[in-house]
Each structure stands twice: as structure tokens, then as C-alpha cells.
């Protein structure tokens, strides 16, 4: 039986939202990206600053990852963010902006709301939390299937067709 690829989820800094992102998807949390190593996954916050580590962090990876933008804030994305990440597009699998969640800010337990969203229907304060991760698995599967294609490569992500696989 072949291999099965657990994704790899890095973030471009601590604090970003790498563990939450790595725990809906059950992945592997690499923590903070270290240039040349493969990541399916990168995360970065909705910052300026955060978008601008992430494109040299993309531009250090041996394959295009997905870039997942964690809202820092209700407002989501400002001008000069999105202006960034556009230029960003071409070099990444996809760009997937995660909503903020103001009610994790009140909470002892976030990650075992992340981990659960994609295996049972989740509160009103998550759907669309759940839709950006959903769009996350679209193109983790979507990257996998085309690499599969060109090359052998390991079958589609476990975890993503398991959700409650630990």
C-alpha cells in the first residue's frame, strides 16, 4: 500500500496561526518556515510586513506551498495587503485568507474548535473559518493531484480525507 503525505504547515513567523491552520488540517506543525525545506502550507497574519516575510519565505521553498493569510483582525485584509499577496499569486499553489475569529480571543480552547471543523458542523461563529479551511483541502488536493500526475508521488493527503484521523 502506498505512502500516505501528511501536509506540512509553516508559518513565516511565531504567532501567526501556524498550530490552529496545522490543527484543522491535522497536520504537521513545522512551526516557523526554514528556507529549502518543502511545505504544502505556508502561513503568514494579514500584514503588510507578515505578507512581505511570507514571499521570501515562498521564494525560499522548493515547491510552491498554498499560502494561508490569517486575519489578524475583523476588518480582515487592508489595500496595501491584498496589492502584495496579488503579486504573490503566481508563486503559490493558492492564497486562502482564514476569517478572525473574535470568540477564540475569550476561549481556553481554540485548537479543539479548529480541530473538530471539518469533521462535524460547527457553531455559527465558525462557518466561515470552516469554508477557508475547506478551501485550504481544495488546493492541497488539488496541488497533490497534479504532482501525482507529472511524477510518483505519495497519494492525496491522509488527513484531509480522514477528519477524524488524529
Known sequence: MPRLHIPQVAGVAGGVGTSTIATALRAEDCGIYRG???VDVMVCRSTLY????A??????APRPPVLAVVS???????????SR????????QGIVVVPFVSEWRDTDAPYEQ???VLATDGARHLRAFTDAVEHLVEYLVSAQERAASTRNSPPPFASLHHPAFP
Open 50 to 53: 507578515s505578507a512581505g516575510c
Open 55 to 60: 514571499q521570501r519565505a515562498i521564494t525560499a
Open 36 to 38: 529549502g525545506a518543502p
Open 72 to 82: 489578524d483582525t475583523p476588518a480582515g485584509v487592508g489595500p496595501n495587503t491584498r
Open 114 to 116: 479548529a480541530r473538530d
Open 85 to 92: 499577496l496579488r503579486m504573490t499569486e503566481p508563486h503559490v
